[in-house]
């Protein structure tokens, strides 16, 4: 960011005349508001607007310390799967399929005979294990896109059913108990006051965050997601980098599959379920534009945390799910509507 | 000078057209050779066989005496070949250094170096003479001309030992086509191979070294002396037959004539202040000015496009509230806009959907659409544009550029309008085609319609119209009969002052 500035300093000499492009403008507030800063500006307000609402229905037991965490607990999860999904919606696609990933990636992490490798040796067999599936069902949904032209709509609602079918055989529908406690032990507890979960959430996002915005993999997904065709002839192997990113999503699906298990101690067929659409939406009111080509990973991050808290004023409140889920669609609606006032403003005219 | 690339009995089809039929060039380094050809004859298809963006179905291609086979961008890539491509292959939402290193970012173990990007990227745009483009700024957000000087510095990033340039020239105006001559020679000095495609012949003359002409998708003759073969050579290799370059007689416009449209003192800070003209039925006025001076912004004001900041315009003289392009649709106003591509096209739909599409209650009887008569009034125009491959059932986008363009205008000149709005009616379109729409838009005109046309070839302003408007930085500086002023004082006074 800072270097950014400092080019914009040196950079434009004014030209003798300026036929292509209006000078560099100084920076004023209302750069910085359309700056991504100015983006998230609407979303830490809309955070802000809930807390008070929660403190103002159920101040005495919203605004403790151990209500924050238990939000940070739940958001951990659906944030995990929100920022794989971020990836593949900025690189121009989206996968339906990752709440059924996150369910069969829990369930074979859970079989007998895994918790007995696990027992036996380390409960990291159960973690990788949970990373492989996911990544191998990303690979399948990156393979059928990239190179099955499938349309990604299709080809990951093929893999929801499939994926949550095939845990429900494997896991007969029936729960399974985790009884290795290590690996309880580990996920279940803290560090540093704060829990593990939480700890792997922001670490996901941050790795997230340098992964789309400072390195060559991250420029490459806005160029395939904003033109493909122009990336291609730009020599980026377009269909290998759309494999990756859904591999990258299933991954993701794989760790939230682990964090899911240790706030569960369970591995079920029924894990998961929907939140194809809760990332989905996290995603969208972030500020990532659905049909590719931008993608911010604090707006996601902010997306999941508005849902999770609206979800836990609602709680508090002892609301239905039903008022829940109302609310929750006029937040996705007034969100988008807002960001393309601000993304209109923002490309001048 | 030595055989650099050589490419024979290149063949390609696609479903139904054979857009190459052996196709033989060869290009030598240092030299800037010229592919011409018409509308559709295959030079961007050969462009894109030559780039890894297709393959050929038949055909050798060697570097440097070695066969090569270029399956991917990124073969053509590593081999040294670097284009900019027809239909601008840029990125809207990536900054203008990410486009133009895009696929090769300097970066340090997967760490993209955006300091290191944007420097280079500086460095490039100085030498293309264009240090004003803010490396930082999103592409989409550039005018046209700006975004095809990125594509250009795009190409220069690589270091290439051949960049194939198709129709670069076709948005700059003459002071960015000599920046990109400079370019181009220093290039050459250096041993590079320029491929240059342009429709324009004079910068054939002006650039090129060696010739190769191309007519429905075949080498009609290859290795001619870009400078001395006569211009009546070419034109008859291009189209097969002689087609005289002139522009229809004008018609005497009676003082008595109603003004159409008026405009009156029209400004826009920024843009353009004080402007102020009057079109009588049956006359064609002419915009001339550099890109940027104010043409483009006048037109989409005049249509309500844009909404004016002082001054009016009045059609019959009704005044048309500012800001309000229902108003000026209303009032019979036109406008052909100048990014056509990306405004007008329905690019999957078909030929005469997309001319028809504007005026569409005249084909509709109780909301019923009468598909034959919208075929048979598109296909009139298509045949008078001589669109190609005739017909107009094909989808858009496998028009080549010159023939999509002139869909779009057809779809204009269909419709009955008073006035008439052109931004570049003729970018990108071949000799031949082009005096058929000069005759077209002469014939409108005769029938009593106003218009105002807007064009970065000065000759054709000034053939075409009969009183010209000069602009400059937003000012007009000239206004007068299109006779009196010629192509050197026009440019003398766009370009006054900026020298
Ligand atoms: N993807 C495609 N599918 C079908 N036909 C195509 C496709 N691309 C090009 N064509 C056809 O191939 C022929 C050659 O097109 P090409 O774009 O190479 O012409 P061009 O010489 O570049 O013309 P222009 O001067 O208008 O740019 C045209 O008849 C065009 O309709
Ligand atoms: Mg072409």
Redesign the interface.
């Known amino acids: 960011m800072s270097?950014?500035i400092?080019?914009?300093e040196d950079?434009?000499?004014?030209?003798?005349?300026?036929?292509?492009?209006?000078?560099?403008r100084p920076r004023s507030s209302r750069d910085l508001l359309r700056s991504g800063f100015g983006r998230n500006l609407g979303l830490v307000v809309a955070l802000v607007l809930l807390c008070v609402v929660g403190v103002a229905t159920a101040g005495d037991t919203f605004a403790t310390g151990a209500n924050v965490l238990t939000i940070l607990r739940l958001a951990a999860v659906i944030g995990v799967v929100s920022v794989g999904m971020t990836f593949v919606i900025t690189g121009g696609g989206i996968d339906l399929s990752v709440g059924a990933m996150v369910a069969l990636a829990s369930v074979w992490a859970t079989t007998l005979a895994t918790q007995q490798l696990a027992a036996d040796y380390h409960w990291v067999f159960m973690v990788t294990t949970a990373l492989v599936v996911g990544a191998a069902c990303g690979l399948v949904n990156g393979l059928l896109v990239a190179y099955g032209k499938i349309v990604p709509f299709v080809a990951t609602l093929a893999m929801l059913a499939s994926a949550r079918g095939l845990a429900e055989i494997i896991s007969d529908r029936k729960t399974q108990i985790i009884t290795v406690n290590s690996f309880t032990d580990f996920f279940g507890g803290s560090l540093i006051g704060v829990p593990v979960l939480i700890w792997i959430f922001l670490l996901v996002a941050a790795a997230g965050w340098v992964l789309l915005n400072?390195?060559?993999?991250?420029?490459?997904t806005?160029?395939v997601?904003?033109?493909a065709?122009?990336?291609?002839?730009?020599?980026?192997?377009v269909q290998r980098h759309t494999v990756a990113l859904y591999v990258l999503a299933g991954l993701c699906c794989g760790i939230a599959a682990v964090m899911l298990m240790a706030r569960t101690t369970t591995g079920s067929s029924t894990h998961g379920q929907l939140y194809e659409l809760d990332a989905i939406a996290a995603v969208v009111i972030g500020g990532t534009?659905l049909s590719g080509?931008?993608g911010t990973i604090g707006g996601t991050v902010f997306g999941v945390l508005i849902f999770t808290t609206l979800n836990n004023v609602f709680t508090l409140n002892n609301l239905s799910i039903s008022a829940q889920s109302v609310a929750k669609g006029a937040i996705i609606v007034i969100a988008v509507l807002l960001q393309q006032r601000l993304a209109r403003r923002s490309?001048?005219? | 000078m030595t055989g650099l690339l050589n490419m024979t009995g290149i063949v390609k089809e696609f479903p139904g057209v054979r857009a190459l039929d052996g196709v033989d060039l060869d290009v030598r380094a240092g030299e800037v050779h010229c592919l011409l050809g018409q509308n559709g004859a295959g030079k961007s298809t050969l462009i894109r066989v030559l780039?890894g963006?297709h393959q050929p179905d038949a055909g050798m291609i060697r570097i440097n005496d070695e066969p090569v086979q270029l399956n991917s961008?990124?073969a053509a890539?590593q081999r040294g070949i670097a284009?900019i491509?027809q239909e601008l292959?840029?990125?809207?939402?990536?900054t203008v250094a990410?486009n133009i290193f895009?696929?090769?970012?300097p970066?340090r173990y997967?760490?993209?170096r955006?300091?290191e990007a944007?420097?280079k990227a500086?460095a490039i745009l100085q030498g293309l003479g264009?240090?004003?483009?803010?490396?930082?700024?999103?592409v989409?957000?550039?005018?046209a001309?700006?975004q095809q000087?990125v594509s250009m510095a795009?190409a220069l990033s690589r270091e290439a030992r051949l960049i194939v340039m198709d129709e670069p020239s076709a948005v700059l105006?003459p002071?960015?086509v000599s920046n990109l001559f400079r370019v181009i020679r220093s290039l050459t000095d250096s041993g590079v191979a320029v491929v240059y495609i342009s429709h324009r012949l004079e910068e054939i003359r002006e650039i090129g070294d060696r010739v190769t002409v191309l007519k429905d998708g075949a080498t009609v003759a290859t290795g001619l002396d870009a400078r001395r073969t006569p211009t009546k050579e070419l034109i008859q290799l291009m189209t097969g037959r002689s087609i005289e370059y002139v522009f229809p007689p004008r018609n005497e416009v009676p003082d008595t004539a109603p003004v159409v449209l008026e405009v009156v003192d029209l400004s826009r800070p920024?843009e353009f202040a004080g402007i102020g003209f009057g079109v009588r039925a049956g006359e064609i006025l002419g915009l001339a000015g550099?890109?940027?001076?104010g043409r483009s912004e006048v037109l989409e004001t005049v249509y309500g496009a844009?909404r004016a900041a002082t001054g009016f315009v009045r059609v019959n003289g009704a005044v048309l509230r500012p800001g309000r392009v229902q108003d000026a649709v209303k009032a019979g106003v036109g406008l052909a806009p100048e990014e056509r591509k990306s405004q007008a096209l329905l690019l999957d739909e078909a030929v005469f959907k997309n001319i028809t599409v504007s005026t569409l209650g005249r084909f509709a009887s109780s909301g019923f659409l009468n598909n034959r008569a919208e075929r048979e009034a598109a296909g009139k125009l298509a045949l008078a544009l001589d669109v190609r491959p005739p017909g107009v059932d094909h989808p858009v986008r496998n028009l080549s550029g010159g023939n999509q363009q002139k869909v779009v205008l057809a779809r204009w000149l269909l419709r009955d309008c008073r006035v008439l709005l052109l931004d570049e009616p003729t970018r990108g379109v071949d000799v031949g085609a082009r005096s058929e729409i000069y005759a077209l838009i002469r014939e409108l005109a005769s029938n009593g319609v106003a218009i105002v046309l807007v064009s970065s070839e000065v000759p054709e302003v000034l053939g075409l119209s009969d009183r010209v408007v000069v602009l400059r930085?937003g000012r007009a500086v000239h206004t007068g009969p299109a006779q009196e002023i010629d192509e050197h004082q026009v440019l003398d006074l766009v370009m006054e002052g900026?020298a």
């Open positions: 270097e950014d400092a080019t914009e950079g434009t000499t004014p030209s003798k005349q300026d036929t292509v492009t209006q000078p560099a400072r390195t060559t993999f991250g420029r490459r806005f160029a997601g904003g033109n065709e122009a990336a291609r002839l730009a020599g980026i192997k534009l080509g931008r490309t001048g005219s | 780039t963006a961008p990124t890539i284009a491509y292959d840029l990125v809207p939402e990536l990410e895009l696929g090769h970012e970066s997967g760490f993209s955006t300091h944007n420097t500086r264009h240090a004003e483009i803010p490396v930082h700024r999103t989409g957000s550039l005018p001309a700006g000087v795009r105006d002071e960015e920024g550099l890109v940027g001076s844009r930085e900026s």
